[in-house]
């Protein structure tokens, strides 16, 4: 089954520098999502990219979706210790824009 | 705001006893999901509903059954807990709009 893989694995950084998070998949998509989860806790929905669209905005989130390599980024600007959590990638079939399948996630540190 | 809610936070069961997680979500959504999450292995889905009494198979559904009798309760069902069902459990909602709303999750551990 498809599947979004996310690079890197990990990722640590200093407050105020930007993060960059990718995630690639292997077959065609309706839309990918994006969520956030702090340790321990359940999943947040940061921002849903359709697959007719290339770059989304969300506050200090940007997100490029490249349908041709099948991939797509996650930028974090200007990045906060708050914002220290796993990232996840979340693609949909054709067949169903309901089930989404999930990366592994990247684990992003960012240091005071 | 959407709330998803999950019955336990914690959750310690013996080998082979039968054990119920329950989710209920307050917004009115046709969809649940059930998911483990496990180190190294992201999200896997193990059940969804589309509907009341509707349910499909995800990628790993061996040892779960699902119920979902009212539209806001999905409930997974480990009819006989084995060690290898030790997980982070995770349900979800969602309506028309694709994004899905997590509750915060039941640590199960089977000993």
């Known amino acids: 089954s498809q599947q979004g893989e996310e690079d890197p694995q990990a990722l640590s950084i200093q407050e105020g520098e930007n993060a960059t998070m990718n995630c690639s998949y292997k077959t065609s998509i309706n839309n990918l999502q994006w969520y956030r989860q702090n340790s321990g806790r359940g999943l947040v929905h940061l921002i849903l990219i359709r697959s007719n669209e290339r770059e989304k905005h969300s506050g200090r989130l940007r997100v490029t979706l490249d349908t041709s390599k099948k991939s797509s980024s996650l930028l974090i600007t200007a990045s906060r210790a708050a914002d220290t959590a796993s990232y996840f990638c979340?693609?949909?079939?054709?067949?169903?824009?309901?089930?989404?399948?999930f990366g592994s996630g990247t684990r992003l540190l960012v240091r005071p | 705001d959407v709330k998803v809610t999950q019955s336990s936070r914690y959750l310690v069961k013996r080998t082979g006893e039968k054990v119920f997680l329950e989710c209920v979500q307050d917004?009115?959504?046709?969809?649940m999901f059930w998911y483990r999450q496990d180190p190294g292995l992201g999200l896997r889905l193990i059940y969804f509903s589309y509907d009341v009494k509707m349910k499909e198979k995800g990628d790993i559904p061996e040892g779960y059954s699902v119920s979902r009798e009212k539209k806001e309760r999905f409930s997974l069902i480990l009819e006989s807990a084995s060690t290898n069902q030790t997980s982070m459990y995770l349900c979800?909602?969602?309506?028309?709009?694709?994004?899905?709303?997590f509750g915060p999750g039941t640590r199960l551990t089977v000993t």
């Open positions: 979800a909602s969602s309506g028309s709009a694709y994004e899905q709303y």
């Open positions: 979340a693609t949909d079939g054709v067949d169903s824009s309901y089930k989404l399948i």
């Open positions: 917004m009115d959504h046709e969809n």
